[in-house]
């Protein structure tokens, strides 16, 4: 109905400054609460009457601004000066709501200089509440549709309404946190002043030491990291590798276990894998026992340390790695490869000279994934790691530990991040330019090549006993669940569930939630599925909009959209609530905090799942909606969505299970209300309670298969209308 | 067209703040869950004051509050080692406050209460001492140790866990305590000597004692209520209290600047620190630990503070984070990164 003008989004804005609350009620704001405009309390009240009525000057400004682009938002008036009025008008709300808003918190000015120049102010104001987001929702999107008027985005208010959201979000909920604990790296330290404690945090030996290549001391955690997560990327892949070759290229009955199995890992809480490889390799262990007893050898505590850490992170990470790769194998058109086999080359040369080859993108960005998901990794360093340090436990210690000190913890975040972005650059660099594709828009009727022999054997003698490894470690990990005392007492027991869910009726046969996971439990289920569609709708908008628009600041929104996913999960929480506990935006104690953490960690992979798909599909479908005069948004409701189905499936499904499994980010950010299920878990784990925490943990794997397997359902299949199940054409 | 993204952007902004202050109280617990529970609910009972309920580590409390420091979320922080509780009261973020209880306090209670101008009290004890795995010991006929002197016995080579004081509590109060029973250098020499026969030094303070109950180290320097209730677990741990003499932890309770309850928290205060609340919840939750009032009987199998030699611990200085930094760097340059 507002199609034509910009007239919603103004009432939206004149709506947020006039009428409703300002500030965020401390009670929640009922329906009487709404009307703001002359109430007697200046929290209660709206934007406009706190500065007629209660003399807060600092609201003239925003009120200024939304009553400024009235003009251009009706549909009046040559579009040029429609543009000026927007731009002016809108602009100035927005400035002028984010300044007033860092500029005055509880304390009047937030800024001892502002104190100094403008005297004390002996009022202040709580953080932004339903008004001000309206208010700021309402003048960001006035703004886009000005730039639109005046031409940019070919005009197109959609897309630059789109771009503009993703921006503002992104600024709020990833960089202006991220550069928060940033600034903290200039936080003096004792007696010695900001660029004097950088310096020492910086050069420290602890970080740079590289004692251990010829004694036996523990070298600094950079390089600790660095060898870590390399050896951890290259073996990930490769074993994903293996997988993957099994999966679509070979005859095996046990395919589709295969392809359960290496999902598992991804859905297990933290932990889990690291004890039960305590279990088994430890130095009281299964395997040490018998090789004491068969050959009389010790092995001793081989399994702490990097040992120790390494193979857990391979368990963990290599589903993630095949994942990847998947895609990209099975992409592959085996047209190259017939036409290399016409030619009389060898099954093994077909394979080393094209097939390979073509796998080159595949094999880097899942390298590239795991490297960065072994940085971040903190649940198996901290269970195997004994004296081996990373970064990520360095981090978290430095914030919680007995050094207490935040400046340092900076620092290394700061580390952390560039080695993240350096192994970004890499991957690219080694990507190139070249071009890798194989699948054009003509027909595929080939069938893929079989794996030549050798390489056959190989994949198997790899991938087949680390199949077994798995079962062997999820079973000893998860026996913890049905056993008394987990390691010791082997006495089959459902204590631990009764302990965890009991259920009682009370008299008046009311059913009671009595068991002590109750209240977490229902906490992680509810938020998880609130961030997970929000995670995939705003991944697949910035997808498309990266893919589909040519815009400036398209490789910026790009690079910060993939940002939190360098940032580790430790740092992140920490930035939250130093960031979000004061005003303008105070959300600490609330599920919007935890939410947002969610969904702005899980982004990157809902983006790349999309950007993936997207390149699939021939933009010529979206042109020819447009030429039928459907609007963007009805082509990219009817044509493009429906076609995406699988990145629906992968987004929705990786940040549900993502919500439910993540520890680092959200330690900091649970309240008594918000009890998360990892942090209950975590909770029993620190105090040896390993029996609940595994009946928990169990649990929760059964209820993700069932969520895994009703999105599924509830998305269902994109139909293609053909028979194979081959990718679509995708142009050069 | 808009509108979808409208919505969607509409649920992640602040809509609502959870419920008000009256008659309620903010409880910040860094003790386990199974005591928070108990302490909670009894002043629930007690008073009828709704009390919320967060509980994290100390070190994650202390990094919590600091960040809230501006606008403070918790009214009473209960329980957790005592030097984050100084460190606290050190940078202001908690209030002083006098309880007529006081008086019926042990005597390291009120120390610490006097030491820190009374923005912290003590609430429970524990001793650090040894733990150490009965089935180990006996199957490579190790003596069990009794004394700091026998940890240096060659034949506990590569069988000593100690947590890393860089991230643990526990750890550094071993060191505080080695500098107050021996004089600072004699104590980095003994720590020294220590280092070879340490197999690691974990991140977690509790880590070393699990390793113990599960057979992975024969020996950890751990406070000794974590042996003791590895123990009930049905582990074979043995637990001692040092010959020479020990330190302890003080298991503390302050009330946060900025308080929003404060006459809530100090009704909880006053009430934390009587004998029936302090017996019924450490009872319910099977703890070990020392209570601080006087009027608390000692639980069966818990280290009696008054038979075991305890050193008088010097809160004020070793709580204080100048010092703290000054050992620790220490104990990086001087003992961590020597060779095993």
């Known amino acids: 109905m507002f199609a034509g003008s910009s007239l919603f989004f103004w009432l939206l804005a004149a709506l947020g400054a006039l009428v409703l609350p300002w500030h965020m009620q401390q009670e929640g704001v009922g329906l009487a609460g709404l009307m703001a405009f002359g109430q007697a309390d200046p929290e209660a009240a709206s934007a406009i009457w706190q500065a007629l009525a209660h003399g807060r000057f600092w609201f003239w400004p925003v009120v200024a601004g939304v009553l400024l682009a009235l003009p251009g938002a009706l549909p009046l008036g040559p579009a040029a000066r429609r543009a000026q009025f ?39 104001q709580f953080g932004i509440g339903l008004g001000g987001s309206l208010a700021f929702l309402g003048c960001l999107v006035l703004v886009t549709d000005g730039l639109a008027l005046r031409g940019l985005f070919k005009g197109d208010r959609f897309v630059s309404g789109a771009v503009g959201v993703l921006f503002a979000s992104i600024l709020l909920f990833t960089a202006w946190p991220v550069l928060n604990v940033l600034g903290q790296i200039f936080t003096p330290q004792g007696e010695l002043d900001a660029m004097a404690a950088l310096g020492t945090r910086l050069f420290d030996q602890k970080i740079w030491g590289l004692g251990c290549v010829t004694a036996s001391v523990n070298c600094g955690v950079f390089w600790n990291t660095l060898l870590l997560a390399t050896s951890t990327a290259s073996a990930a892949t490769l074993l994903g590798l293996c997988f993957a070759l099994i999966v679509t290229r070979a005859r095996f009955p046990g395919r589709r276990a295969m392809r359960l199995l290496t999902v598992l890992p991804i859905i297990t809480p933290p932990f889990v894998i690291g004890l039960g490889l305590i279990l088994i390799f430890g130095r009281s262990g299964v395997v040490n026992q018998m090789v004491e007893t068969v050959f009389g050898w010790e092995l001793g505590r081989w399994i702490y340390g990097y040992n120790g850490v390494f193979l857990a992170q391979v368990f963990s990470f290599t589903p993630t790695a095949f994942l990847v790769l998947i895609g990209v ?62 970064l990520s436990t360095e981090i978290f210690f430095a914030v919680v530990g007995a050094q207490q000190d935040f400046g340092r913890a900076a620092v290394l975040a700061a580390i952390m991040l560039l080695l993240g972005l350096g192994a970004f650059l890499l991957q690219r660099a080694v990507v190139g330019r070249r ?50 005392v987990w390691g010791r007492d082997w006495t089959p027991t459902l204590s631990h569930f009764a302990r965890a869910f009991a259920i009682e009726w009370a008299a008046d046969g009311r059913m009671m939630f009595t068991g002590g996971a109750w209240n977490s439990l229902l906490t992680t289920i509810q938020l998880a599925a609130i961030a997970a569609p929000i995670t995939a709708a705003i991944g697949l908008l910035a997808a498309w909009v990266l893919t589909r628009q040519r815009f400036t600041g398209r490789t910026t929104l790009e690079f910060s959209l993939m940002l939190t996913f360098a940032v580790p999960g430790t740092v992140i929480g920490v930035a939250y609530i130093l960031t979000y506990n004061v005003p303008p935006l105070e959300i600490t104690g609330t599920a919007i905090i935890l939410i947002a ?59 549900f299970v993502r919500a439910m499994t993540t520890v680092s980010a959200v330690i900091f950010l649970v309240s008594a209300e918000y009890e998360m299920a990892t942090v209950f878990i975590i909770n029993r784990v620190i105090n040896g309670d390993y029996g609940l925490a595994i009946a928990y943990c169990a649990v929760l794997i059964v209820l993700m298969v069932a969520t895994i397997g009703l999105i599924n359902l509830l998305v269902g299949r994109r139909k293609l209308g053909r028979r194979a199940a081959a990718p679509v054409g995708a142009p050069a | 067209m808009l509108r979808h993204i409208a919505l969607g952007l509409g649920l992640l902004l602040p809509a609502a703040l959870p419920a008000a202050a009256q008659g309620t109280l903010n409880l910040y617990c860094s003790a386990t869950i199974e005591w928070c529970q108990p302490i909670a609910r009894g002043f ?38 005592g030097d984050p509780h100084v460190a606290a009261g050190e940078e202001g973020l908690t209030q002083a406050y006098e309880s007529p209880r006081i008086a019926e306090l042990h005597d390291w209670a009120q120390a610490q209460w006097r030491q820190t101008q009374g923005r912290t009290v003590g609430v429970y004890a524990s001793v650090l001492g040894f733990g150490f795995n009965e089935e180990l010991i006996a199957r490579r006929n190790l003596p069990a140790p009794r004394c700091w002197a026998d940890l240096l016995n060659p034949v506990y080579q590569g069988e000593i866990q100690m947590a890393n004081p860089n991230s643990s509590g526990t750890a550094y109060i071993v060191i505080a305590t080695l500098v ?37 180290t024969a020996l950890s320097i751990s406070f000794v209520h974590n042996a003791a209730e590895e123990r009930a677990a049905g582990f074979p741990v043995g637990h001692a209290v040092p010959c020479e003499g020990t330190g302890y932890e003080i298991g503390s309770m302050s009330i946060i600047r900025g308080a929003r309850n404060l006459q809530n928290a100090q009704r909880f205060y006053h009430w934390a620190l009587s004998a029936e609340a302090q017996l019924t919840a450490s009872q319910e939750a099977r703890k070990l630990q020392t209570m601080s009032n006087r009027g608390v009987p000692l639980t069966e199998g818990a280290p009696n503070m008054q038979t075991a030699r305890i050193i008088d611990y010097d809160n004020a200085r070793f709580g204080a984070s100048a010092e703290r930094r000054r050992l620790l760097a220490r104990w990086d340059r001087e003992i961590s990164s020597l060779p095993r």
């Not at chain 1, 093994?348 to 960065?372: E, I």
């Not at chain 1, 649940?379 to 004296?387: A, D, E, K, T, Y």
């Not at chain 1, 799942?609 to 030429?627: H, N």
């Not at chain 2, 420091?69 to 209960?78: A, E, K, M, T």
């Open chain 1, 329 to 390: 194998v099975e992409g592959i058109s085996p047209s190259m490869e017939e036409a290399s086999q016409t030619l009389r080359a060898s099954e093994m040369r077909t394979f080393q000279s094209v097939t390979l080859p073509l796998m080159v993108p595949g094999l880097a960005n899942a390298w590239l994934v795991v490297f960065v998901e072994s940085l971040a990794d903190f649940g198996n360093p901290i269970v195997l790691g004994g004296s081996f340090g990373v």
């Open chain 1, 597 to 655: 953490c969610f969904v702005f960690r899980n982004l990157p992979v809902g983006v790349r799942s999309g950007v993936a798909a997207m390149s699939q599909l021939d933009k010529s479908l979206d042109e020819a909606a447009i030429t039928l005069r459907a609007s963007t948004f009805r082509a990219l409701r009817t044509v493009v969505l429906p076609l995406l189905k699988p990145a629906i499936v992968t987004a929705l499904v990786y940040s």
């Open chain 2, 180 to 216: 107050q029973m021996m004089g600072e250098d004699p104590a980095f020499d003994y720590l020294r000597r220590l280092h070879g026969s340490i197999n690691a030094y974990p991140r977690s303070g509790t880590a070393p004692i699990n390793a113990v109950a599960r057979g992975e």
């Open chain 2, 44 to 81: 629930e009972r007690e008073t009828g004051i709704r009390v919320t309920l967060a509980q994290r580590s100390t070190g994650e409390m202390l990094a919590q509050i600091r960040a809230e420091g501006r606008n403070p979320r918790g009214d009473v922080w209960w329980g957790g080692t």
């Open chain 1, 435 to 484: 071009s890798y594709v194989s699948v054009t828009g003509k027909g595929d009727v080939g069938l893929p090549t079989k794996l030549p022999r050798p390489v056959r054997l190989v994949a198997f003698a790899i991938a087949i006993p680390w199949a077994i490894l798995t079962v062997v470690v999820y079973s000893m990990a998860l026996a913890g669940a049905f056993v008394r």
């Open chain 1, 86 to 124: 927007l731009l002016a008008g809108g602009g100035l709300g927005l400035v002028a709501i984010v300044a007033q808003g860092l500029a005055i918190g509880i304390g009047g000015w937030s800024f001892a200089w502002m104190e100094a120049a403008f005297g004390p102010l002996d009022d202040r």
